[in-house]
């Protein structure tokens, strides 16, 4: 190979690496101008104005929280009292029915049977006691003649006494068979409307079996297991405001009874309140109020708005347009239609309060806000999605 050759190769190469090097450096620049601004950047957030809530002094209702489950005050299931086949059950689920109405009727035909064969063996009966009473007569009249000695007469009498024994039995087996035909007519024990109705026309039916439930909607009551702490407060007369589901309106409840002894295993005591019934209001509807209450004006925060996550309690508030962390201690707590409040101490009145539904959010974290915050404006459900994850 000719030297110009070699020459030429050695520069063509050299060029190349140059050009390599001189283009590495530039790319490299590039990136890192372009990761400087990013690096230098301060974190933020966006909140919409209905994820912050004001602290301002305000009347907080205070009271023991009580809740459970309605139920009828009288109630009843209509059980069969005799067996055989259910032949009528003229009531379903909704149906009013009175005291004293009849509800159901079981076949009578073997107790009618039974009613006629009592009654036979009680007319023979008499028929012996009869006899038995014209044969002491008899007897009697011939000792005080002298025909006949004291015994006989003491003999007749015994017979006498046993006939009417034979009689009583009868007329006894007689009232029984009668009880159990009227058994098979089923009448309601009270006024009410039908619950349940357990069985249908044509089964044949046991002694007990469960027929109809019928409750009185009238008055109700709702259970309510109370600490032991909680349960000394209570007095009877106390009246509580209930929340019931399905219903727009509060309910009020009076304290109508308190369980003397405490529940075994929870030792939690259970009380009684009185709700009287009107419409909208079912057994077995879920209720919640609180008990016993009254009112205090304190600088309140919602429950969901004070933090854990740290050794001591704390609410995140804005700043200067920064999220800042305050330590608080908190108080009292009421249960609110919309949403539950505490009593918080170390917040100035009118801080701006994140809401819990924000999440964690470290501190020095711009806010910037979607629309402008609206310093009497609560905390809705709205959803935020914060920008930096929580410490």
């Known amino acids: 190979m000719k030297k110009s050759t070699l020459w030429i190769l050695s520069a063509v190469a050299v060029a190349a690496l140059l050009a390599g090097g001189a283009r590495w450096a530039s790319q490299r620049q590039a990136a890192k101008t372009s990761t400087a601004p990013t690096a230098a950047a301060t974190p933020s957030i966006e909140l919409a104005a209905s994820d912050v809530f004001t602290a301002k002094t305000q009347s907080l209702s205070l ?29 379903r689920e909704g149906d009013r029915v009175q005291a004293g109405q009849v509800i159901a009727r079981i076949d009578p035909s073997e107790y009618q049977a039974r009613v006629r064969q009592a009654q036979q063996q009680a007319d023979a009966a008499k028929a012996q006691v009869d006899i038995a009473q014209r044969q002491f007569d008899n007897n009697q009249a011939l000792v005080n003649q002298g025909f006949i000695s004291q015994t006989a ?34 009448r309601s024990p009270l006024s009410g409307v039908v619950a349940q109705r357990l069985a249908q026309p044509g089964e044949r039916v046991a002694i007990e079996a469960r027929l109809i439930e ?32 399905g219903v727009a309106q509060p309910v009020t409840a009076k304290v109508l009874r308190i369980n003397p002894s405490a529940q075994t295993g929870s030792r939690s005591i259970v009380i009684y309140l009185s709700i009287k019934g009107r419409e909208g209001l079912r057994q077995g509807q879920f209720a919640q109020g609180s008990l016993g209450t009254q009112t205090m004006q304190v600088l309140a925060v919602p429950v969901s708005s004070v933090r854990t996550d740290k050794p001591q309690p704390y609410v995140q508030v804005v700043q200067d347009g920064t999220v800042r962390h305050i330590t608080v201690r908190t108080g009292e707590r009421s249960e609110g239609e919309q949403q539950s409040l505490v009593a918080v101490t170390g917040v100035s009145e009118g801080a701006q309060v994140l809401s819990g539904t924000v999440g964690a959010v470290r501190e020095g974290v711009q806010v910037k806000f979607t629309a402008p915050a609206k310093s009497d404006v609560a905390p809705a459900a709205a959803q935020a999605t914060p920008a930096n994850p929580a410490k």
């Open 214 to 245: 019928v409750i009185d909607l009238s008055q109700l009551e709702l259970e309510a297991a109370l600490t032991a702490e909680d349960a000394s407060r209570v007095r009877v007369g106390m009246t509580a405001q209930l929340q019931v589901e």
């Open 153 to 186: 007469l003491l003999t007749s009498q015994a017979s006498l006494n046993g006939a009417k024994a034979t009689h009583a039995a009868a007329l006894a087996a007689l009232d029984l068979a009668n009880k159990s035909l009227a058994d098979a007519t089923l």
């Open 63 to 91: 009271g023991i929280a009580v809740s459970g489950a309605l139920k009828a005050s009288q109630s009843a299931i209509v059980k069969a009292r005799v067996a055989g086949e259910l032949q009528e059950l003229s009531v």
